[in-house]
């Protein structure tokens, strides 16, 4: 028996989840799909006194079109079904391209949305995704609920804008925009791996074939996910070429300053930032459809 | 005290009730009280792949799913490919002709998830089975081995 003893709760209602992380709070932790807390707690790194899992609350598990164009995703959706979802796969591209990089397979069937932006890993491709998207989280509690800007719910290492009683239940994706396209470039030492570095893309074209807007999110190369609004900047208004993606890379690196590990050394990934960056765009620019979904 | 909780499920086709301690894990549940150990414990975090099994025909992590998540599933173990005791069924035969096992730690959780993945999709290329592949690790026959032998069986169909 390799987790440490927790008291053990499967509520059918989110009013009743609500409640219990009311009650337990700080001393409980949300069981999703289990991929990031079932290995903290069979290696005892997570010891919390309660664990709640909210696998029961079918109403968190549905893709739905929002009345604005966009879609609303609950957070206890699988991975396996970002991926494979024909709405997503139309409506937000960007999320089902990130999804072959998350572990494999066997962990995407289980893997949620809400759980892996809760956990807040910063080698994570889903964070980076979200705020790419400028997607809008709500956070429900006991008797009230906010919505939280994707770019100000991480926080930093492995910690989000959650408050202990509160649960992530649903994550807003605004329309996807016409004449736009997007790709998702990282590096691992094998595939699956946690990313040594990456780069969310997102290019919106105007009419005459300028870039209207840029998107550039690095994951892997900070605390928390990293806009890079230089490049971004320097894109914007100006034509998508092979050159204007090489001086975005530049300024992609420059807008980072990742930490030495045993993996990688903080140059290598400020360099992966660059070369992934002038990837990612030319793959955007590529993916680019006329119209909008 | 332990938490404990009563569980229904059905493994193999056999429905099975255990009180269970609410920590237990899915791979520990099944090898130690219902002692089908052909499901291997390897990482325990979800990398290796050895406990994988197929819960509601889903492959997944048996060591990353509480006992008491499984609470009304059918679970399938590697015990449920071979149709008796003397005969292989068409994977495991094609495994050992193709020599995709060798000591066997890792085979259990890779005949599992090849068994979802070809139940999805009947003739997979060889891309999408070293997909499949690659949430497993195997330290002895390198996956060629593996990866000759789902094909095989596809091109025999």
Known sequence: MKPPRFSYAAPATLEEALALLAR??????????????????????????HVIDVNRLAGLAAVTAGADGGL????????????????????CPLIAQAMPFVGHPQIRARGTLGGSLAHADPAAELPAVIVALDARLTLRRA????????????????????????????????????????????????????????????????????VARARVVGFGVGPVPVRLADAERSLTGGAPTPAAFAEAGRLAAAGVDPADDIHASGAYRQRLVAVLTTRALTDALAAVTEHAA | MSET????????????????????????????????TGTHVGCEHGVCGACTVLVDGEAVRGCLLLAVQADGRH??????????????????????????VQCGF?????????????????????????????????RCTGYQGMVDAVLALVAAR
């Open chain 1, 24 to 49: 337990h709070g700080a001393e409980a932790r949300v069981l999703a799909g289990g991929q990031s807390l079932m290995p903290l707690l069979n290696f005892r790194l997570a010891r919390p006194g």
């Open chain 1, 72 to 91: 609303r995703v609950g957070a206890l959706v699988r991975q396996r079904t970002l991926e494979r979802s024909a709405p997503i796969r139309e409506r």
């Open chain 1, 143 to 210: 008797g009230g609920e906010r919505v939280v800007a994707a770019a100000d719910f991480f926080v930093g290492l492995l910690t989000t804008a959650l408050a202990p009683d509160e649960l992530l239940t649903e994550v807003a994706l605004p329309p996807w925009p016409a004449r736009t396209g997007s790709s998702v470039h990282e590096v691992a030492k094998r595939h699956g791996d946690f990313a040594l570095g990456g780069v969310a893309a997102m290019l919106t074209l105007d009419g005459r074939g300028r």
């Open chain 2, 5 to 36: 909780r009563a569980i229904a499920l059905t493994v193999n086709g056999r429905p099975h009730r255990a009180t269970v301690e609410t920590r237990l894990t899915l791979v520990d549940l099944l090898r130690e009280e219902l002692r089908l």
């Open chain 2, 75 to 100: 679970v399938e173990t590697v015990e449920s490919l071979a149709p008796d005791l003397e005969h292989l069924n068409p994977l495991q035969a094609e495994f050992v002709r193709h020599h995709g």
């Open chain 2, 106 to 138: 890792c085979t259990g959780g890779i005949l599992m998830s090849l068994t979802a993945a070809l139940r999805d999709n009947p003739r997979p290329t060889e891309a999408e089975v070293r997909e499949t592949l690659a949430g497993h690790l195997c």
